[in-house]
T-cell receptor, first 114, second 114 residues
Framework: AQKITQTQPGMFVQEKEAVTLDCTYD???????LFWYKQPSSGEMIFLIY??????QNATEGRYSLNFQKARKSANLVISASQLGDSAMYFC???????????FGTGTRLKVLA | EAEVAQSPRYKITEKSQAVAFWCDPI?????LYWYRQILGQGPELLVQ????????DSQLPKDRFSAERLKGVDSTLKIQPAELGDSAMYLC????????????FGPGTRLTVT
C-alpha cells in the first residue's frame, strides 16, 4: 500500500547549520515522484523539490537537496546553511504514476535557532 | 507571478448548512486538486481533476461533498450539510504540464463549523 512516513515530529537547528529531515515511503508502483513541500505558519504550501523514481542523480534546488536512496525507500531533505525563515512545517509527498494517487506524510516542524 | 486563487479565505457556518469553496488554478494548469488539512496533520486528497474530468475522488465523502470543474478551469467544492468534523483548512492546488506533477497551492479556506 502507498505510504509516506516522517518519524520526526519536530527538529531544531542552529542558524547557518545544515539539517536533514527524514522521509521513507512504500509503493509497489515502479514509477513515482517524490516531493517536499514547506508550510510556514501563514498556511500556504510551497513546493521545494522533486525527485523522479528513475532519476539517476539526487535533486538539488538552491539550498535544498534530496538524498534519494531507492533501495532503502528513503527521500530525505537536506537544507544547507539554515536561515530563520526556514522555520516551518515540512511535508514529504509521493505521487504514483500508475494510480495518480498523491499522498502526504504527517510533517516535521523545523525550528531554526538564532 | 501566477498564483492559485481561492475564496473565501475564512468561512464560519452552522452545522447542517451548505457551504461552497471556489478555486481558480494557474492558467494552463490542467490538473486541479482539492485537499482537506486538519490542524497538525498532512493534507488529505479529496478529489483530483484532469481538465473537467474527475481522476480520483476515492477519499471524497460523496454523501455530503461534491466537486465540479465544468469548463476545465475554475472549480467549486461544496459541503451539504456541514458537520462539526468538517472544520479544517481546504486547500486547492494545480499542476503544470511538466510531467512531474509538482503542485502549486492556493492560500486555502479555513472552515469553522459551529
Amino acid at each position: 500500500a502507498q505510504k509516506i512516513t516522517q518519524t520526526q515530529p519536530g527538529m531544531f537547528v542552529q542558524e547557518k547549520e545544515a539539517v536533514t529531515l527524514d522521509c521513507t515511503y512504500d509503493t509497489s508502483d515502479p514509477s513515482y515522484g517524490l516531493f517536499w513541500y514547506k508550510q510556514p505558519s501563514s498556511g500556504e504550501m510551497i513546493f521545494l523539490i522533486y525527485q523522479g523514481s528513475y532519476d539517476q542523480q539526487n535533486a538539488t534546488e538552491g539550498r535544498y537537496s534530496l538524498n534519494f536512496q531507492k533501495a532503502r525507500k528513503s527521500a530525505n531533505l537536506v537544507i544547507s546553511a539554515s536561515q530563520l525563515g526556514d522555520s516551518a512545517m515540512y511535508f514529504c509527498a509521493m505521487r504514483e504514476k500508475g494510480t495518480y494517487k498523491y499522498i502526504f506524510g504527517t510533517g516535521t516542524r523545523l525550528k531554526v535557532l538564532a | 507571478e501566477a498564483e492559485v486563487a481561492q475564496s473565501p479565505r475564512y468561512k464560519i457556518t452552522e452545522k447542517s448548512q451548505a457551504v461552497a469553496f471556489w478555486c481558480d488554478p494557474i492558467s494552463g494548469h490542467a490538473t486541479l486538486y482539492w485537499y482537506r488539512q486538519i490542524l497538525g496533520q498532512g493534507p488529505e486528497l479529496l478529489v483530483q481533476f484532469q481538465d473537467e474530468s474527475v481522476v480520483d475522488d476515492s477519499q471524497l465523502p460523496k454523501d455530503r461533498f461534491s466537486a465540479e470543474r465544468l469548463k476545465g478551469v475554475d472549480s467549486t467544492l461544496k459541503i451539504q450539510p456541514a458537520e462539526l468534523g468538517d472544520s479544517a483548512m481546504y486547500l486547492c492546488a494545480s499542476s503544470p504540464p511538466t510531467g512531474r506533477d509538482e503542485q502549486y497551492f492556493g492560500p486555502g479556506t479555513r472552515l469553522t463549523v459551529t
